[in-house]
């Protein structure tokens, strides 16, 4: 058996988890939780779950409407949330940063909007068979209004992206090239810039699904030279309800809105109205207002911790982890080494359905996912039904791993 390393991105990972209230949790007594499922979602630090509390007891008010106090506290902390989140990923403007619901919500927005008004019948879409369904579906519908043709570049048996077949889907000059970041099943980290610069040569837009990204490494939009850039607050220690469409601002005011109501408007006529400027010509109707100004708080607290220390302790997790999985005889891990993908393990163990592993996990406190995890195609490629998944974040520790090591031999012995 391997010793427990120490760590040496310099992660202070106790003082950490005691700013997790949840982490004290025992799921039963006497059993710890051992939270081994943040790409689902993230727990939430103190900060976060004060500055909710403090919005609803103190200024809870509807935005950009009331002149009153409450209303102008609560406006001013809406924006100044938008503020840290555009700072947060490097957007050159705050107008770029758009309010979503989550991700989903995100690159739907770009799909009806953008979508609408530049796809069109045989119009050629990239996408990868590695993405999530909501980088899939979106197109999917998409495609069936227009008529386009979507494609895919393919995964290797190591669970990269084979980018010797991207540069042949170029030659069919797409409109679109969207992809995801890092692969919420596989762990892999994409070469976003490299992709990007190679679609900007055909003029492509190109959109990054950011949902496993922006949670766990720095993240600079201007840097990547990507046009949109779609990411959770749920996933980033924030609140849920809220979520990131980044779009380049020229982008953006050319499209037109996809919802319509209030707050979208510059002024309404009975037969016809003008859209407000950016960004809330994309925010209709009350948006998640506690939520974003959460989300800024939790973007306070990443940047308290650094992201790139962050991203450090999850690549000694997941080397650890990998190395121990890997004794487990039966257990089989999908994706590439640990230098290339982030905090993520989906693993299969012999003949064991993925949701008993699971169960006799959770009867000893440890939480991770069984499942598709919303990306069947991708299992699909690997001849797959489901996988376990366990992944790490910043509060996650090389005894957990140990744990859920422990736990599988569990499952060998019950299952044989
Ligand atoms: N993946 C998982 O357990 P939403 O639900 O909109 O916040 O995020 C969607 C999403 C988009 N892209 C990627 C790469 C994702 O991982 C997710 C969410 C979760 O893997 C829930 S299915």
């Not at 943040?38 to 630090?45: G, R």
């Not at 009331?66 to 700072?87: C, S, V």
């Not at 490494?217 to 990131?244: E, N, R, W």
């Not at 993520?344 to 959770?362: E, I, K, M």
């Amino acid at each position: 058996m391997t010793t427990t390393p120490s760590y040496k991105n310099g992660l202070d990972v106790p003082r950490i988890r005691a700013d997790f209230p949840i982490l004290k949790r025992e799921v039963k007594p006497g059993v710890p939780l051992v939270y081994l499922d943040s790409a689902a979602t993230s727990q939430k630090p103190t900060p976060v779950i004060e500055t909710l509390d403090r919005y609803y007891r103190e200024y809870n008010a509807n935005i950009h409407r009331g002149i009153h106090k409450l209303a102008e506290e609560a406006t001013a902390a809406y924006e100044e949330a938008r503020d840290k989140i555009r700072r947060f990923v490097n957007a050159k403007s705050a107008r770029e940063i758009i309010y979503t619901r989550n991700t989903t919500e995100a690159i739907n927005l770009v799909a009806l909007s953008w979508g609408r008004a530049n796809i069109g019948k045989d119009d050629v879409i990239v996408l990868t068979e590695m993405e999530h369904h909501s980088n899939l579906v979106p197109w999917q519908m998409l495609a069936a209004e227009k008529g386009a043709r979507l494609e895919f570049i393919p995964v290797t048996d190591g669970g990269e992206l084979d980018l010797a077949a991207l540069d042949r889907l170029l030659e069919l000059k797409p409109k679109l090239v969207s992809f995801t970041h890092v692969s919420n099943v596989l762990g892999t980290i994409n070469p976003v810039a490299e992709i990007a610069a190679k679609a900007r040569q055909i003029s492509a837009v190109v959109l990054v699904d950011g949902a496993q990204s922006v949670p766990h490494m720095p993240v600079d939009v201007q840097a990547l030279g990507v046009d949109f850039y779609a990411f959770s607050g749920h996933k980033m220690c924030g609140p849920t309800g809220i979520g990131v469409l980044y779009g380049r601002q020229a982008l953006l005011e050319a499209m037109p809105p996809h919802y319509g109501g209030g707050d979208m408007i510059k002024r309404v006529y009975l037969r016809e109205f003008k859209p407000n400027e950016l960004p809330y010509k994309f925010e209709a109707g009350t948006p998640a207002i506690a939520e974003a100004i959460g989300l800024g708080a939790a973007v306070d607290y990443l940047k308290s911790v650094s992201l790139a220390a962050i991203q450090a302790h999850e690549k000694e997790i997941i080397a650890y982890a990998l190395e121990r999985l890997e004794e487990v005889p039966g257990v089989k891990v999908y994706g590439p080494p640990a230098e290339k993908r982030g905090g993520v393990a989906a693993f299969t163990f012999d003949g064991t359905h993925p949701h008993d592993v699971a169960q006799v996990l959770d009867a000893d406190g440890i939480a991770v996912r069984a499942g598709h995890h919303c990306a069947m195609p991708l299992h699909d490629r690997f001849d797959l039904v489901a996988t376990a998944r366990a992944s790490f974040y910043l509060y996650n520790t090389t005894g957990e791993v140990d744990k859920l090591v422990e736990g599988l031999y569990k499952v060998k012995k019950l299952f044989g």
